[in-house]
């Protein structure tokens, strides 16, 4: 059975289209939809149909405070709806290495530090909702 591996080292990262790449250590871009009950009177197992898209993506960014950075970047983002968007190799855009996209998703926080003695400061800005999309376009 043919297996491949997959590298990961995102070629770019853009939040609300500002390339926060070099600011980004870790990625998770999760499609989910909300799960309806649809079992009715006699089913001998509970079925479940699609509902809404409510898509989640986590980055992990360095917290920094300099100008045009992490935290300047974000703190105006607080509370709005923003578009994320993660290219996962540097490859060409194809079928194999599509850029994908949470369009309209939701950023309702934004942890302001997170400090420990020696280490260096990370966040994790987490959004949610939103729709999938994945382009192919060269």
């Known amino acids: 059975m ?3 591996t997959y590298l990961s080292n995102p070629a770019s990262v853009k939040v609300g289209g500002v390339d926060l790449t070099d600011q980004c250590t870790a990625a998770v871009m999760t499609v989910v939809f909300d799960t309806l009950e649809e079992t009715t009177f006699g089913s001998l197992a509970r079925t479940y149909v699609k509902g809404l898209e ?8 360095f917290n920094s405070y300099a100008s045009a950075e992490t935290y300047v970047t974000l703190l105006g983002l607080v509370g709005t709806q923003v578009t994320v968007e993660i290219k996962p190799s540097n490859a060409a855009i194809s079928a194999t290495n599509p850029v994908l996209t ?6 309702p926080n934004l ?3 997170n400090m420990s003695l020696g280490e260096l400061s990370t ?13 192919v376009t060269p």
């Open 54 to 61: 409510n898509n989640t993506c986590t980055l992990t960014l």
């Open 102 to 107: 949470l369009t309209s998703t939701f950023m």
């Open 2 to 4: 043919a297996t491949s």
């Open 123 to 135: 966040v994790d800005i987490e959004f949610t909702g939103g729709t999938f999309s994945q382009d």
């Open 111 to 113: 942890p302001v530090a």
